[in-house]
């Protein structure tokens, strides 16, 4: 039976016991000794496009103005469970096959073999104190008993029942249940606030690793009632290809979308206002971290991620509130980093994917990833320094027939000029984003066809590489240098839907 909120008063005392029995008997097994490894906090937000975050001003203060931006960060893929498989694997969707948010096809289940081998379980392993709090993955605990904790994680606070309605939900705290109720003080962001607080001020010989995940601001966006009346009658941004008009260049699923109408562009400005306002709670969030952070003296030797698993386009091409499109709306992301060493108010230019998370986190605590990560390091990119890197990221996204306003099955390469995309039903989209940076024409039946030949074997050798050879494919140097040493190929290439 779940535990109601009157039970949960001794709960802090045994976890904290906990904790230290685990820290003594990780010294008995002869886990690594303390070192200055720095601790680790990841943000991951839930369907937060890159907005003006200004807007939210400890996110702006305590995080941009403080750390380095990333201008082309991209998602693997633009929905939840995908994207976030890829954060805690380092794999692309074509290789750990998580391709939607549900079974059979995709969710927790689906996911769930492959949780002996996380970043949870690399950073535990190295000797970092883990925890994950909020949102872990769709469906979960689908499969399992409610109690159940994944390896490698030492602190775990996830809802098991109405994720995305952020009150009356059940929570597995560290395999107990507790019920909340619907009161302001069981708003979901600020109850999992609270436990990163508590969870970044404990002492410890270890350093931490923190993954914190809020759902906002995923739909239906409820927020705090503190931020009732933050945005009131502010309309969502009315960029260049919001309603766009012309559509005969697109592919077909595209071309199908009806213009917006009055109603639709009324309730776009709704959830554009309700997200905002749940995203104050991410912000407030951001700012007691940070104030936790300072106060236990951690702060200085803490590095602070914040991103999310995908975009979220707002009447952009015609499209009513979604993700899911190659569009840039969908696949590029906000990501910030603060720490140590990070030049303040600094901006990264280089292409970066979430695969390239966990390989940064592993390097940053001196742990091991295994051979099948397929992303790259950033801390090279953090550090200023200049090495060779990827001129290409991979996009990979597969229909669901449970979701029927999803596009067709497509792979998408993303280059700094070029968003190239190859749909199963043989339609094609070229942008040339120097030119048009809105992505409004289409010119994959006009440009030149030695430039649509060499993005489609590009993107053929990333939807096809495996562990370390994707590091080779995203490369057009490398992938030069690798060509001329191979033998003659013996039929045809890569497939894109193989």
């Known amino acids: 039976m779940p535990l109601t909120k009157r039970s949960r008063g001794w709960w802090p005392w045994l976890a904290g016991a906990l904790v230290l029995c685990t820290a003594f008997s990780s010294a008995a097994h002869g886990e690594p000794a303390p070192s200055q490894r720095p601790n680790i906090v990841f943000i991951l937000t839930d369907d937060l496009n890159t907005t003006d975050l200004q807007r939210f001003p400890n996110i702006w203060n305590l995080l941009v103005r403080q750390g380095a931006s990333f201008s082309h960060f991209f998602v693997t893929n633009p929905w939840c469970c995908p994207s976030r498989s ?137 927020h705090a009632p503190r931020h009732d009346l933050a945005f009131a009658g502010e309309p969502a941004p009315r960029t260049l290809s919001f309603d766009q008009q012309d559509l005969s260049a697109e592919p077909l699923w595209l071309q199908q979308r009806p213009p917006l109408t009055a109603r639709d562009v009324r309730q776009i400005d709704t959830i554009y206002q309700n997200r905002a306002r749940a995203m104050l709670g991410v912000d407030d969030m951001v700012g007691k971290l940070v104030t936790s952070l300072q106060q236990s003296g951690q702060l200085d030797n803490t590095y602070i991620f914040f991103a999310s698993d995908n ?105 700094a000029q070029y968003a190239y995309v190859e749909y199963e039903t043989g339609e094609r989209q070229l942008y040339d984003l120097y030119a048009d940076p809105n992505e409004m024409h289409n010119i994959a039946a006009t440009a030149d066809p030695q430039l649509v030949a060499t993005l489609s074997a590009r993107l053929a050798a990333l939807h096809a590489c495996s562990g370390e050879t994707c590091r080779i494919a995203d490369s057009s140097a490398q992938s030069a240098v690798r060509l001329a040493r191979a033998p003659p190929a013996r039929g045809g290439g890569a497939q894109p839907f193989a």
């Open 86 to 222: 890829s954060i805690l694997r380092s794999q692309y969707v074509h290789s750990h096959g998580v391709v939607s948010n549900r079974l059979p096809t995709g969710g927790f289940a689906r996911f769930r073999p492959m949780e002996e081998s996380t970043v949870g379980t690399w950073m535990h392993d190295a000797g970092y104190r883990t925890g994950l709090l909020g949102k872990y993955l769709n469906q979960y605990p689908l499969g399992a008993s409610w109690s159940y904790v994944p390896p490698g994680w030492d602190q775990w606070a996830v809802p098991v029942t109405r994720l995305y309605q952020e009150y009356g939900y059940a929570l597995n705290e560290n395999g107990s249940i507790f019920q909340y109720g619907n009161t302001s003080e069981d708003y979901l962001e600020d109850v999992i606030s609270a436990k990163a607080d508590r969870f970044v001020s404990q002492s410890g010989e270890n350093p931490f690793f923190l993954y914190l995940a809020p759902v906002a601001p995923h739909l239906p966006a409820n």
């Open 311 to 415: 975009g979220f386009h707002l009447g952009q091409h015609r499209l009513e509130p979604g993700k899911t499109t190659p569009f840039e709306e969908d696949i590029r992301i906000p990501m910030i980093v603060r720490g140590p060493g990070i030049a303040p108010g600094s901006t990264i230019d280089q292409l970066s994917s979430t695969v390239d998370l966990s390989p940064t986190f592993t390097e940053l605590g001196k742990a091991s990833a295994p051979p099948f990560a397929e992303g790259r390091s950033l801390v090279p990119l953090l550090q200023g320094r200049k090495v060779p890197w990827r001129d290409a990221a991979l996009v990979e996204f597969v229909h669901a027939a449970y979701s029927p306003l999803c596009p067709p099955t497509y792979n998408a390469l993303r280059t």
